[in-house]
């Protein structure tokens, strides 16, 4: 950044009293070094630099640009050709717009207006300075300019216009032109309004009388200064009376103290200025921390997500494979009993089957001697089977295990935020935050009174508002019954103490705005 060490070295002219200040409106010297142009930059701010300050402001932030492109883009201007001087290292492999936009952060500042510059625009220097013509033949570049006939004239016009007696005694003062002494052939008139006075009175014998000739060409040839009055006068005047007592010295004296004053101002305004562009700068430094500091919250915060979500997949995973296990534990015993009973059927009916088999296939006095054996088998195994029915149960469907903290799981997940102390807007200072509290029992209403101004409207005097939502919970009762719909009591809750009024949504004549309280400033600090 160009600071006010760059500033302080600029250099007043010391021949000031050679030249004359530059109106605002021209652009006959350099807005930087404050020297007659010999080579014009203009920036898209507005403001005109000379090649040397725009090497000198490069130099600052370490950017080289090439002398001869300062030269080829001043030697265009006079060929009424467009030159644009992009301030930026060339590249062999990108334009210099699009290095531009790739790279903005080493783009040039304006040491004035601490613009960004982009580009330059060579402008002829002595076409600029002879911007304004002449507004009788409007052909040359003003002289002069005069306060009774309310225009700018060249030195030629000038002299016609004022050769007349009638015009003659008109004021007229140089005007600037070209960054030099303008208008130097014109003598500095007196501007003492007693020999003016005398000049009228002298007028009255005639203009051939030799104290109004002696006093009309004293009057063109104004060589002093009087401090007191701050007037220019003629060396005529000097030697009155009026004068005897004041301090006046020559025009190049009374030059040099006011250039001594001047200066000593516009010191004071760049010291101001330049505090003034240390804020800018912390400005431009907090923008640049700030983005630092939001891709580093983002990343932790991304980084805290995935730390998060894979710990919680990791848990879901694990329960899954709970009831992976369950499920093959159940379907294992299951798969047992079934075996099991398919066993004790499969025998069962066998036996039944060899028996009636053996009814079947048996004489009749066999089977009758042999019927006892059988039955006492089939019963045996009756017997073994009511065993086993009476020991076994019918199966049930297995109870898989179901989340039991998902609910204090999601109210965690919504408490999760940005502790408060990290604001950086409260680092810096730019804002502060004070609590709003009642004045007789400082019960807490509100807590960011600095959001105050933003939702406050104020009504009734010493009432301002506050939206509902920035109360603190139970800091204030809104009473229903007392007052009117339109205007009801705000109490607070701790002492009980009316502080201020609201108006209810359904009241029909309400004096408040609905959604706000409006608290009294003398209740509350």
């Given at each position: 950044k160009l600071t006010m060490s760059r500033l302080s070295q600029v250099q007043i002219p010391s021949n000031l009293s050679s030249s004359v200040i530059q109106p605002l409106d021209e652009r006959g010297f350099c807005d930087f070094c404050c020297k007659s142009f010999t080579t014009a930059f203009e920036l898209p701010c507005g403001h005109c630099y000379c090649g040397e300050c725009v090497l000198a402001i490069a130099q600052q932030e370490n950017i080289e640009i090439p002398a001869e492109q300062l030269r080829d883009a001043a030697e265009s201007a006079y060929l009424d050709k467009p030159q644009t001087i992009f301030i930026q290292q060339l590249s062999q492999t990108a334009s210099q717009t699009q290095y531009l936009q790739q790279q903005p952060e080493i783009c040039l500042q304006c040491p004035l207006c601490l613009k960004q510059i982009s580009e330059l625009k060579s402008v002829n220097p002595t076409r600029r300075c002879h911007s304004r013509l002449c507004q009788e033949c409007n052909a040359a570049p003003r002289a002069v300019r005069c306060s009774q006939c309310q225009c700018e004239l060249c030195e030629q016009c000038d002299a016609k216009l004022h050769s007349f007696s009638t015009t003659k005694s008109h004021l007229r003062t140089p005007v600037a032109?070209?960054?030099?002494?303008?208008?130097?052939?014109?003598?500095?008139?007196?501007?003492?309004?007693m020999h003016q006075q005398q000049m009228q009175n002298l007028l009255l014998k005639g203009d051939q009388?030799?104290?109004?000739?002696?006093?009309s060409n004293a009057f063109q040839q104004a060589e002093f200064y009087c401090m007191e009055d701050r007037q220019i006068i003629c060396k005529y005047c000097k030697q009155t009376e009026f004068y005897k007592n004041k301090r006046v010295i020559s025009l190049t004296e009374a030059v040099q103290l006011r250039v001594q004053e001047l200066r000593q101002e516009t010191d004071k305004c760049r010291q101001l200025t330049g505090e003034l562009r240390n804020l800018v700068f912390k400005y431009e430094e907090c923008d640049r921390l700030d983005d630092s500091l939001y891709q580093i919250a983002l990343s932790e915060l991304r980084t805290a997500k995935d730390v998060?979500?894979?710990?919680?997949?990791?848990?879901?995973?694990?329960?899954?494979?709970?009831?992976?296990?369950i499920l093959e534990k159940r379907q294992q015993k299951c798969e047992v009993d079934k075996t099991q009973l398919q066993t004790v059927?499969?025998?069962?009916?066998?036996?039944?089957?060899?028996?009636?088999k053996h009814m079947l296939t048996r004489q009749p006095g066999v089977f009758l001697q042999e019927f006892q054996l059988l039955i006492n088998e089939i019963q045996q195994k009756q017997k073994i089977l009511l065993i086993d029915l009476e020991n076994r149960t019918e199966p049930k469907r297995t109870a898989?295990?179901?989340?039991?903290?998902?609910?204090?799981?999601?109210?965690?997940?919504q408490q999760l935020k940005f502790n408060e102390t990290m604001s950086l807007i409260e680092q810096v200072g730019f804002q502060q935050k004070q609590n709003i509290c009642c004045k007789n029992c400082s019960n807490v209403i509100v807590q960011n009174a600095s959001q105050l101004k933003q939702v406050a409207k104020k009504q009734k005097g010493a009432l301002f508002g506050l939206l509902l939502d920035t109360v603190e919970p139970d800091s204030v009762a809104l009473e229903t019954t007392k007052g009117q719909p339109g205007s009801r009591p705000v109490v607070c809750r701790k002492c009980g103490k009316d502080i201020g009024r609201w108006s209810q949504p359904d009241a029909v004549d309400k004096k408040f705005t609905p959604g706000y309280i409006f608290i009294s400033q003398n209740e509350v600090k």
């Amino acid at each position: 950044k160009l600071t006010m060490s760059r500033l302080s070295q600029v250099q007043i002219p010391s021949n000031l009293s050679s030249s004359v200040i530059q109106p605002l409106d021209e652009r006959g010297f350099c807005d930087f070094c404050c020297k007659s142009f010999t080579t014009a930059f203009e920036l898209p701010c507005g403001h005109c630099y000379c090649g040397e300050c725009v090497l000198a402001i490069a130099q600052q932030e370490n950017i080289e640009i090439p002398a001869e492109q300062l030269r080829d883009a001043a030697e265009s201007a006079y060929l009424d050709k467009p030159q644009t001087i992009f301030i930026q290292q060339l590249s062999q492999t990108a334009s210099q717009t699009q290095y531009l936009q790739q790279q903005p952060e080493i783009c040039l500042q304006c040491p004035l207006c601490l613009k960004q510059i982009s580009e330059l625009k060579s402008v002829n220097p002595t076409r600029r300075c002879h911007s304004r013509l002449c507004q009788e033949c409007n052909a040359a570049p003003r002289a002069v300019r005069c306060s009774q006939c309310q225009c700018e004239l060249c030195e030629q016009c000038d002299a016609k216009l004022h050769s007349f007696s009638t015009t003659k005694s008109h004021l007229r003062t140089p005007v600037a032109n070209a960054g030099n002494m303008v208008g130097a052939s014109v003598q500095l008139e007196c501007k003492s309004q007693m020999h003016q006075q005398q000049m009228q009175n002298l007028l009255l014998k005639g203009d051939q009388h030799p104290l109004y000739v002696e006093a009309s060409n004293a009057f063109q040839q104004a060589e002093f200064y009087c401090m007191e009055d701050r007037q220019i006068i003629c060396k005529y005047c000097k030697q009155t009376e009026f004068y005897k007592n004041k301090r006046v010295i020559s025009l190049t004296e009374a030059v040099q103290l006011r250039v001594q004053e001047l200066r000593q101002e516009t010191d004071k305004c760049r010291q101001l200025t330049g505090e003034l562009r240390n804020l800018v700068f912390k400005y431009e430094e907090c923008d640049r921390l700030d983005d630092s500091l939001y891709q580093i919250a983002l990343s932790e915060l991304r980084t805290a997500k995935d730390v998060v979500m894979s710990q919680v997949a990791a848990k879901f995973d694990f329960l899954e494979q709970q009831l992976v296990k369950i499920l093959e534990k159940r379907q294992q015993k299951c798969e047992v009993d079934k075996t099991q009973l398919q066993t004790v059927v499969g025998q069962m009916m066998d036996s039944v089957s060899k028996a009636e088999k053996h009814m079947l296939t048996r004489q009749p006095g066999v089977f009758l001697q042999e019927f006892q054996l059988l039955i006492n088998e089939i019963q045996q195994k009756q017997k073994i089977l009511l065993i086993d029915l009476e020991n076994r149960t019918e199966p049930k469907r297995t109870a898989f295990p179901r989340l039991e903290n998902l609910d204090q799981l999601k109210e965690q997940l919504q408490q999760l935020k940005f502790n408060e102390t990290m604001s950086l807007i409260e680092q810096v200072g730019f804002q502060q935050k004070q609590n709003i509290c009642c004045k007789n029992c400082s019960n807490v209403i509100v807590q960011n009174a600095s959001q105050l101004k933003q939702v406050a409207k104020k009504q009734k005097g010493a009432l301002f508002g506050l939206l509902l939502d920035t109360v603190e919970p139970d800091s204030v009762a809104l009473e229903t019954t007392k007052g009117q719909p339109g205007s009801r009591p705000v109490v607070c809750r701790k002492c009980g103490k009316d502080i201020g009024r609201w108006s209810q949504p359904d009241a029909v004549d309400k004096k408040f705005t609905p959604g706000y309280i409006f608290i009294s400033q003398n209740e509350v600090k």
